[in-house]
C-alpha cells in the first residue's frame, strides 16, 4: 500500500508542541502585554540561557535585528557593507538605517584561486576584509579593521590585531601573536608563537619607491619560531630574525640576526 507524503505538514511542530502553545497565547491574551512584558522578558533569559550568552534582545523584525548587530559592530556612517544583490529589502535597510551605504554582490561558484577558507572558531572583527585564496586555521581571532591580503596563510590559534596589514602571499604560523596597526610586507615568512608588538613595520622597499615600483621582485622579512619584536620596530626588506631572537622597541633592522640573539637600536646591534 503506498502513502502519501505531505508537500508541506504545518501541524507537525504544533502537534509536538502539544497544548503549550495555546497556554502561552491564553497568557499573553489574558495579561494584555502584547508588546514586551513578562512572557517577552522570560523568553530572552531563556534563550540566553540555551545559548550561552549573557543576554538576548527580542526584537520584532529580521531587520531590526540585522541593525541592532551592525550598530553593536560599530557601523555607521562612511562605512560600506557588502550585502547579497538578491536578497529581501529588509537586508538592505538595516545597513541604511544605520547610515552606512550598502554594497550588492552576486554570489557565483568560486574558481580554485578564489577560495577562502576559515577554520573553525575563528573570530572577524568589525570592518575586516580577508581576501579571496585565503587561509585562517582554527580558532584565530582577527581583529577589527585588519586586513588579510591576497593568497596569504595564517596558522591556527593565532591574534591578528586591529588594524593590522598582513599583504599578500605571506604565511603565519600557529600561536602567533600580530599587534595592532602593523604592517607585514608581502611574501614575508612569520613562524610559530611568535610575538610583535604593535606599530612594527615591514618593508619590502627600502629605496622608498625611488626606483619605480619593486615590490614584485622583493620579498619581507623572514621570522623564525618563537623570535620577539618590540613596539615600533621597521624590517627592511629580507632580513632575517632568528629563531628564539628579540628585536628591541623602535629598532631598525637591516642586517639579519642570528637565532637567540637581542639587538636594539638604529640600526639595530647586538647587546652588549
Known amino acids: 500500500m503506498s502513502h ?10 504544533h502537534m509536538d508542541l502539544g497544548g503549550a502553545v495555546e497556554r ?10 502584547y508588546l514586551l512584558g513578562p512572557e517577552l522578558e522570560e523568553f530572552e533569559r531563556e534563550f540566553a540561557a540555551y545559548c550561552g550568552t549573557r543576554h538576548c534582545v527580542g526584537v520584532a523584525s529580521g531587520l531590526s535585528a540585522i541593525e541592532l548587530a551592525l550598530r553593536a559592530a560599530g557601523v555607521g556612517p562612511g562605512d560600506e557593507v557588502i550585502v547579497p544583490a538578491y536578497t529581501w529589502v529588509a537586508t538592505w535597510l538595516a545597513v541604511t538605517r544605520t547610515g552606512a ?12 584561486r578564489e577560495r577562502l577558507l576559515i577554520g573553525s572558531g575563528c573570530s572577524i572583527g568589525a570592518r575586516a576584509i580577508v581576501y579571496y585564496d585565503v587561509e585562517i586555521g582554527d580558532d584565530t581571532l582577527i581583529g577589527d579593521a585588519a586586513a588579510i591580503r591576497e593568497t596569504g596563510r595564517v596558522g591556527s590559534g593565532s591574534v591578528i590585531g586591529r588594524g ?10 600557529d600561536g602567533t601573536y600580530i599587534g595592532f596597526a602593523t604592517s ?22 627600502n629605496a622608498l619607491g625611488a626606483h619605480g615600483w619593486r615590490e614584485e621582485g622583493i ?7 618563537e623570535a620577539k619584536i618590540g613596539a615600533n620596530a621597521t624590517l627592511l626588506p629580507g632580513v632575517t630574525i632568528g629563531r628564539g631572537a628579540i628585536v628591541g622597541a623602535g629598532s631598525v633592522v637591516t642586517r639579519d640576526v642570528p637565532a ?13
Open 219 to 225: 620579498a619581507g622579512a623572514t621570522i623564525e619560531d
Open 184 to 205: 607585514m610586507a608581502a611574501r614575508s615568512m612569520i613562524g610559530n608563537s611568535v610575538f610583535i608588538a604593535q606599530h612594527v613595520v615591514m618593508t619590502n622597499d
Open 260 to 272: 637567540g640573539t637581542t639587538v636594539m637600536g638604529v640600526p639595530a646591534r647586538p647587546r652588549a
Open 101 to 112: 551605504r550598502p554594497v550588492g554582490a552576486i554570489s557565483r561558484e568560486p574558481t580554485f
Open 24 to 33: 502561552a497565547i491564553s497568557r499573553v491574551v489574558e495579561s494584555g502585554w
Open 4 to 13: 502519501a507524503v505531505p508537500f508541506l505538514d504545518l501541524r507537525a511542530a
Open 164 to 173: 593590522a596589514v598582513v599583504d599578500r602571499e605571506m604565511t603565519v604560523g
